[in-house]
Nanobody, 119 residues
Framework: QVQLVESGGGLVQAGGSLRLSCAAS????????MGWYRQAPGKQRELVAH???????NYADSVKGRFTISRDSAKNTVYLQMNSLKLEDTAVYYC?????????????WGQGTQVTVSS
């Protein structure tokens, strides 16, 4: 079985920084695109940042210039460096990865990690 385990969430003051990590484990032949999503109370889950296997990235307009997504393919891990955090960044952050495993390739989700930005 494949699992995605996130870490690094917590409580931070506005203007502060956090770094999220998401490690994939299990029967993994390859990991294609990886990404971070978030869901605030009463809102739909939205894409925050996305990185392809080749390293191309894209970001939600609301986080451009503040967040950086990266990956370590050797460790099957994706990171999200979040700087200049704002109150509106408060949400549960979910890791997503498109993984080739048995019997086929499909997306997997982590359990989510809470990020709370206070004033």
């Amino acid at each position: 079985q494949v699992q995605l385990v996130e870490s690094g969430g917590g409580l931070v003051q506005a203007g502060g920084s956090l770094r999220l990590s998401c490690a994939a484990s299990g029967i993994i032949f390859s990991i294609n695109a990886m990404g971070w999503y978030r869901q605030a109370p009463g809102k739909q889950r939205e894409l925050v940042a996305h990185i392809t296997r080749a390293g191309s990235t894209n970001y939600a307009d609301s986080v451009k210039g503040r967040f950086t997504i990266s990956r370590d393919s050797a460790k099957n891990t994706v990171y999200l460096q979040m700087n200049s955090l704002k109150l509106e960044d408060t949400a549960v952050y979910y890791c997503n990865a498109d993984i080739t495993t048995i019997p086929d390739q499909r997306p997997f989700w982590g359990q989510g990690t809470q990020v709370t930005v206070s004033s």
